[in-house]
T-cell receptor
Framework: DQQVKQNSPSLSVQEGRISILNCDYT??????FLWYKKYPAEGPTFLIS?????DKNEDGRFTVFLNKSAKHLSLHIVPSQPGDSAVYFC??????????FGTGTRLQVTL | DTGVSQNPRHKITKRGQNVTFRCDPI?????LYWYRQTLGQGPEFLTY????????KSRLLSDRFSAERPKGSFSTLEIQRTEQGDSAMYLC??????????????FGPGTRLTVT
């Protein structure tokens, strides 16, 4: 069972515009959510996180929104830059601090 | 602090051989995790250590897999009698469960295993 879902395998956005990456989860016991960015041949790099008791967290160009009632979170990147092109994984923290990841969304920022 | 390191970065082995991977976590981190990632999927949890104690193992971790973290520092993941289905990227992550950011896990570059 896929407890964390990223339904868009890919997204293309023009440089300077907003990128919105979405993530849905099914397990209401998840208490912390994280976004990771991954370049080819590298491990995932931590980007931003949010506690389940909050609905928004902002760090520079990156903002994560959490809608607990809908079990949905999103990552906003504004303005998008070509260096943001990567695969983005949504992850949720469950028991024993282990993370459950989605399948990723490949973001392409075009000039 | 140089981050999480993993060795080797790539390993090609023949089916039936044993392989061992090493992970060196961020020095002050007390938790260490192993994940496996296959093509088109996100990382999947395998096991984790709190200091030197292995506290949980996923059902993905068959009897052919064993992990250790002697003295709570580096960790090794061994796969015995490798099978082609073991081909994947093996990722190590570490975190500090006390402090300001207890939940962020920091990943190494991974070891890509190819079983022929």
């Amino acid at each position: 069972d896929q407890q964390v879902k990223q339904n868009s395998p890919s997204l293309s956005v023009q440089e300077g515009r907003i990128s919105i990456l979405n993530c849905d989860y099914t397990n209401s016991m998840f208490d912390y959510f994280l976004w990771y960015k991954k370049y080819p041949a590298e491990g995932p790099t931590f980007l931003i996180s949010i506690s389940s008791i909050k609905d928004k967290n902002e760090d520079g160009r990156f903002t994560v929104f959490l809608n607990k009632s809908a079990k949905h979170l999103s990552l906003h990147i504004v303005p998008s830059q070509p260096g943001d092109s990567a695969v983005y994984f949504c992850a949720a923290r469950g028991t024993a601090s282990k993370l459950t990841f989605g399948t990723g969304t490949r973001l392409q920022v075009t000039l | 602090d140089t981050g999480v390191s993993q060795n080797p970065r790539h390993k090609i082995t023949k089916r039936g051989q044993n392989v061992t991977f090493r992970c060196d976590p961020i020095s002050e981190h007390n938790r260490l995790y192993w994940y496996r990632q296959t093509l088109g999927q996100g990382p999947e949890f395998l096991t984790y250590f709190q200091n030197e104690a292995q506290l949980e193992k996923s059902r993905l971790l068959s009897d052919r897999f064993s992990a250790e973290r002697p003295k709570g520092s580096f960790s090794t993941l061994e796969i015995q009698r490798t099978e082609q289905g073991d081909s994947a990227m093996y990722l190590c992550a570490s975190s500090q469960e006390q402090g300001e950011f207890p939940y962020e896990q920091y990943f190494g570059p991974g070891t890509r295993l190819t079983v022929t």
